[in-house]
């Protein structure tokens, strides 16, 4: 069964580049549709973007947001540049098959402060 | 975007009662509407992908209908369990959205 893992540091200075890893395990990171969603901190989720090959970003993103994949390593990127506190989030990985997520990693939270 | 709005945003519910949570589409979204459960401190969990098709290993007391714009997640019969945040999650349009969650307690 697949695992993801994501990792990257827990502190982020305002208007500096948020960089996360998802490492994927017990798989392959090709042929499947990799996403990044968030979560504020007792909000609801937000989905960020998707990489398939391609990519595709949430429009209120867009400007903003990185998504790669490594399939050296099996693992997927994310970068968000000029960070502000409302970036603040627990960011998760997830595998998806067409528009649904089948698979989560268990989310780290990144909080955005000076 | 489609902005998905789910009712009750929360619910307090006796053990053994049946839950009904609903979700609404801002536009026909046929059947591209998942479920997901998020317990306290853990990644959400897919139970209901299509409208109405049960993930493996969900268990059958949750049922998915819906189709178009109104959706609704059935629980049978409440267990301690599935003391969760229950999200919708459309993917008919780019970008995927979700409900903002109701939220799932027992009396």
């Known amino acids: 069964q697949v695992q993801l893992q994501e990792s990257g540091p827990r502190l982020v200075k305002p208007s500096e580049t948020l960089s996360l890893t998802c490492t994927v395990s017990?798989?392959?990171?090709?042929?499947?549709?990799w996403s990044w969603i968030r979560q504020p901190p007792g909000k609801g989720l937000e989905w960020i973007g998707f990489?398939?090959?391609?990519?595709s970003y949430n429009p209120s993103l867009q400007s903003r947001v990185t998504i790669s994949v490594d399939t050296s390593t099996n693992q997927l990127s994310l970068r968000l540049r000029s960070v502000t506190a409302a970036d603040t989030a627990l960011y998760y990985c997830?595998?998806?098959?067409?528009?649904?997520?089948?698979?989560w990693g268990q989310g780290t939270l990144v909080t955005v402060s000076s | 975007d489609i902005q998905m709005t789910q009712s009750p945003s929360s619910l307090s519910s006796s053990v053994g009662d049946r839950v009904t949570i609903t979700c609404h589409a801002s536009?026909?979204?046929?059947?591209?509407l998942n479920w997901y459960q998020q317990k306290p401190g853990r990644a959400p969990k897919l139970l209901i992908y299509?409208?109405?098709k049960l993930e493996t290993g969900v268990p059958s007391r949750f049922r998915g209908s819906g189709s178009g714009t109104d959706f609704t997640l059935n629980i049978s019969s409440l267990q301690p369990e599935d003391i969760a945040t229950y999200y919708c999650?459309?993917?008919?349009?780019?970008?995927?959205?979700f409900g903002q969650g109701t939220k799932l307690e027992i009396k």
């Open positions: 997830a595998r998806q098959g067409g528009g649904t997520f089948s698979s």
């Open positions: 017990g798989g392959s990171i090709s042929g499947f549709y």
């Open positions: 990489y398939s090959g391609k990519t």
């Open positions: 536009q026909d979204i046929s059947n591209y």
């Open positions: 299509d409208a109405s």
């Open positions: 999650q459309q993917y008919e349009n780019l970008p995927y959205t």
